[in-house]
Structure formats: structure tokens, C-alpha cells
């Protein structure tokens, strides 16, 4: 191994790359706070109880991909494999719920880490963008949300994703459900890791991607059949809602998503071009974790969708975002006089709000104004000293080409009038 290599299941975000990266956060983000949502940000790591009891204890995430730790003081904690645990605890920590605003709506956005088995679109260390709605039990919040992810992805250019849609009931008919699918599984043929599934989370076994198990579930009960009025009555609002909005979405029955506390509306983000990790983006409601972490009773909806497979989704559409050079001007010093002139000036445009750059460390013409192509920038600052004798600069236009002298003086008030 090099010295040099991130660790396994992690790689860097570097130049030029890294920009669509932050302009992905950023086209998430718009939406969100364009309708009402709150920017939080809480630690990237909690006590391991908040997972634990949140997330659920026979969650892949929770028995097999938490990086946790012990500290020196003794206190167990692990690195965030989610945020929607840590935004409601946080929220509740502030008592957001009670400042008489519900629902209280937050967006979010950063690193979270599971130790999975790494490949393409599957990583150790990944990136989301999230939002909750904290409060509230209302289907148009459901598909506020929903609508506000398509926008998103619609607003990158984004065209070739499926949004799936479910409901998984709620505490008064999924346990119903629950043991009904407990019973049928109990009579297959299913090996000894899959059939303690059975007992802890029966839902993930429809989730099984094996052909073999797929093809005993055929006749599996359906949780459809056992949603009760109120929660099919809440479905329909969500369907309707998001019809009447010209959203496309397809109702996936199998929709039961890897997470204990999802109640009634689940849904996923899949983009056809990212192969076996499909799912770009997922949530749903989740009525009952505040309870189950201790708090009171404050049904909820969020989503969380991943900057990383967002960005391999707009390379496979071979989407190319149209991201701004960073710099506007680029200066080119000529000998030691120009340096210190030409730093003077490059410091004075960027207080005044242009994008500058410089050509550090004395190059000669040829190989700075390399630099100044690369950079994006729209003109150059050349002087040297016989400019510098006659108090001026020589301003270069990048895209034509044409040059003229421009008194030092009136150099920032040119850039400003040019740049517009
Ligand atoms: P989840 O909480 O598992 O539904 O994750 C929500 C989104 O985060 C997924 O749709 C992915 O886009 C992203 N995501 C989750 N796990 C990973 C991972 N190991 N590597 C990269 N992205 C991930």
C-alpha cells in the first residue's frame, strides 16, 4: 500500500471534480430552503445508543456496518451511519418541537460512514444531503418532500430516475401484517441467517435479493392487503398529491428499506444507470422514533439523498453541470516591482469582489500565462516594469485575445464595468 492512499472504501474529493460535488449539495439544498427548511448540523459522531435504539438493533446498519469506539473516558460512541437519528435527537435536545412551529423543518448536510463491503457506488465514507419535517402528520408534507427531491434531481438535468413508492403501515396494522408474513416465512425453505431474519425483521426478507428466495415469497401476504383504512386513506392522499404535482413515481410492494423506524410512506430514488447500486436517494415517515428514543410522540417524514451516487448518476446521463470559472482576473507579474504592484492590485479587486488570482513565484510570461488559461479566467493583468514606469497595466482579454494599456489607477473600475 502507498503511503498516500486513502483508506479502503474512501477516496479524496479533489480539483476539478470536487466542484460539481459542492454544486451537488448545492442544487439539493436550493429547494430546501426555498421552502421553509433550516439548515442543522450535528456532531459526526453519537452515544451508540441513539443508533441502536433508533436505527434498530437487527439492522445491517446497526449489527454489521457501525464504525463505533470506545473513548478514553469510556463513553461508547459511533460515527453517524445516517442522519435522521441524530437531527431528531438534536432537534429534541433544543426543543425545537415546542417553540410552537410544527412541523419544525431542517435540512442537513455531511459525511456519514458504514463499513461496508466497498464497490462502485458503495463506499466507507459517503456524502448526503438530508431534510426532516418534524411534527407533523399531514400526506401534503409527505409529498412536499418528495416533490422537493424530484426538483432537485430535475434541477441537475437529471432524467433517467424512478421514484418507488410505498406504504408500510402503521402500529396498528403492521404488527398485524408482520406476523402474518412471520407465519408464511416460518414454512420455507430458508437457510439459518435468513430465518433468524424471520424473527427480527421479517420485512427485510422481501428485501432478499436472491432468485431462489424471491421465487418462495410469490405467494408471500401482501402488506397491502393489510393496511388499515386510515393508513390506505393517507396512501391515496400521497398518490393524489403527487399526481396533481406531475410527479411519475411507481408503487414498489418490496419498498420496506433497511431501516427499523419507517412507518406509512416509504420511497426511494433509483437511477437506471448505476447498476446494482441503484438507490441515489430514500425516506420516508417515521412516526414512531421519537418514542423509541425516548421522546414524545411527534410523527415525522424525511429523506436523505447521496451526493456521491447523485454525482455517478450525472457522469452515467454524461451530464456535465455548467459550473462557473472561480477566477475572473488572473495577474502576471513581470520582475520584483510588478510583484508587489501587481499583489497590491489583485488584493484591492478582490475587496471590492472580483475573482483574482496571481502567478505565484516569480515564472517567466509563457509559463503564468499557461497558469492564467487554466484558471478560467476571463482577463489577464500582464505588467512589467517599463508598464509599471508608465503607471499602467496591460489588461488581456482571454477570449479574443486583444490587449490594451489601462491606467493602474482605473484598473479595478474597467474590471468592474467589464465583468458587468
Ligand atoms: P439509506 O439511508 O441507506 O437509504 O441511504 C440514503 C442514500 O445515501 C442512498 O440512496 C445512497 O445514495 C446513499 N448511501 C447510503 N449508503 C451509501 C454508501 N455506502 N456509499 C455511498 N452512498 C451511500
Given at each position: 500500500m502507498s503511503t498516500f492512499q486513502a483508506p479502503k472504501g474512501t477516496y479524496d474529493l479533489t480539483p476539478p471534480r470536487s466542484a460539481t460535488f459542492l454544486a451537488v449539495r448545492e442544487a439539493i439544498a436550493a429547494p430546501l430552503r426555498d421552502s421553509g427548511y433550516g439548515y442543522i448540523e450535528t456532531p459526526g459522531?453519537?452515544?451508540?445508543e441513539l443508533f441502536a435504539r433508533g436505527v434498530g438493533e437487527s439492522t445491517d446498519i446497526v449489527t454489521k456496518e457501525m464504525y463505533t469506539l470506545t473513548t478514553k473516558g469510556g463513553d461508547q460512541l459511533a460515527l453517524?451511519?445516517?442522519?435522521t437519528a441524530s437531527v431528531l435527537r438534536a432537534a429534541l435536545e433544543a426543543n425545537l418541537?415546542?417553540?410552537?412551529?410544527?412541523?419544525?423543518k431542517l435540512w442537513y448536510s455531511g459525511s456519514y460512514y458504514r463499513y461496508e463491503r466497498p464497490q462502485a457506488g458503495r463506499y466507507r465514507h459517503f456524502s448526503q444531503v438530508g431534510a426532516e419535517a418534524i411534527g407533523t402528520e399531514d400526506p401534503v408534507l409527505d409529498a412536499e418532500l418528495i416533490i422537493l427531491a424530484d426538483q432537485a434531481y430535475r434541477s441537475l438535468g437529471l432524467r433517467q430516475f424512478r421514484i418507488l413508492l410505498n406504504s408500510l403501515g402503521d402500529k396498528e396494522c403492521r404488527p398485524v401484517y408482520r406476523e402474518a408474513l412471520q407465519t408464511f416465512l416460518r414454512d420455507l425453505d430458508l437457510d439459518e441467517e435468513t430465518r433468524r431474519r424471520i424473527e427480527?425483521?421479517?420485512?427485510?426478507?422481501?428485501?432478499?435479493?436472491?432468485a431462489d428466495v424471491q421465487k418462495q415469497l410469490t405467494d408471500a401476504p401482501k402488506l397491502r392487503d393489510y393496511l388499515c383504512d386510515a393508513c390506505k386513506a393517507y396512501h391515496e392522499e400521497v398518490r393524489a398529491l403527487l399526481t396533481a404535482a406531475g410527479v411519475v413515481y411507481e408503487d414498489d410492494?418490496?419498498?420496506?428499506?433497511?431501516?427499523?423506524?419507517?412507518?406509512r410512506t416509504t420511497f426511494e430514488f433509483v437511477h437506471d444507470?448505476?447498476?446494482?447500486?441503484?438507490?441515489v436517494g430514500g425516506g420516508g415517515r417515521y412516526d414512531g422514533l421519537s418514542e423509541m428514543i425516548g421522546g414524545p410522540e411527534l410523527p415525522s417524514v424525511g429523506w436523505a439523498l447521496g451526493v456521491d451516487r447523485t454525482v455517478l448518476a450525472l457522469e452515467a446521463e454524461g451530464i456535465e453541470l455548467d459550473l462557473p470559472y472561480a477566477t475572473s482576473v488572473y495577474a502576471v507579474p513581470l520582475g520584483e516591482e510588478a510583484r508587489r504592484v501587481l499583489f497590491g492590485v489583485v488584493t484591492g479587486l478582490r475587496r471590492a469582489g472580483i475573482a483574482a488570482d496571481f502567478a505565484f513565484g516569480g515564472r517567466g510570461l509563457k509559463g503564468a500565462m499557461k497558469s492564467a488559461n487554466r484558471s478560467g479566467a476571463r482577463y489577464a493583468l500582464v505588467a512589467g516594469e517599463r508598464d509599471l514606469a508608465e503607471g499602467v497595466v496591460q489588461l488581456k482579454?482571454?477570449?479574443?485575445g486583444e490587449q490594451s494599456a489601462v491606467p493602474l489607477t482605473e484598473i479595478a473600475a474597467e474590471l468592474a464595468k467589464r465583468l458587468g
Open positions: 459522531f453519537e452515544n451508540v453517524r451511519p445516517e442522519g418541537h415546542k417553540a410552537g412551529n410544527l412541523p419544525v427480527i425483521n421479517p420485512l427485510r426478507v422481501l428485501d432478499d435479493k436472491r410492494e418490496k419498498l420496506v428499506r433497511g431501516l427499523d423506524y419507517y412507518t444507470g448505476l447498476g446494482s447500486q441503484s438507490a482579454d482571454m477570449e479574443s
